[in-house]
């Protein structure tokens, strides 16, 4: 079977500093990579309120989705990790306020730390573009 896999870097972001992709497309669908609250400039929000972490974190998924001709509207899975469940109800509203009336499969877990010690962790997958 013959597979044609495109690797994409978001050019809003800081390339990977692991050997990985942002982004990854392979048969119909598009895989985001787990999103820290990073800036372009390679600044770790982790000491910041963990809702500006979470607004970083949406906004650099849709760096990816971008980069990768993808919209909100066609994510079918999202995967959440949080340092701290206390934060859920946080989380839950900035998510539903991003996502508006899309409504893509969801996890959330919790997790005894993430990397850089930020407070949030998302990765997720959509239907590539036509």
Not at 12 to 36: C, D, E, K, M, W
Not at 75 to 81: G, I, M, S
Not at 101 to 129: D, K, M, N, Q, Y
Request: net charge negative.
């Amino acid at each position: 079977m013959s597979q044609n896999i495109i690797y994409t870097n978001a050019p809003q972001l800081i390339p990977p500093r692991g050997h990985y992709s942002h982004t990854v497309t392979a048969n119909g669908f598009v895989f985001v990579s787990g999103q820290l609250p990073t800036d372009n400039q390679g600044n770790v929000y982790a000491d910041t309120p963990f809702s500006q972490q979470a607004e970083q974190v949406l906004a650099n998924l849709d760096a990816c989705l971008s980069a990768s001709g993808v919209a909100r509207q066609q994510l079918v899975q999202v995967r959440v990790y949080i340092a701290d469940m206390d934060n859920w109800q946080i989380f839950n509203q900035i998510y539903a306020n991003w996502i508006g009336e899309c409504r893509p499969a969801r996890a959330v877990a919790g997790v005894s730390e993430l990397h850089f010690g930020a407070g949030i962790e998302i990765e997720a997958t959509a239907i590539a573009a036509n």
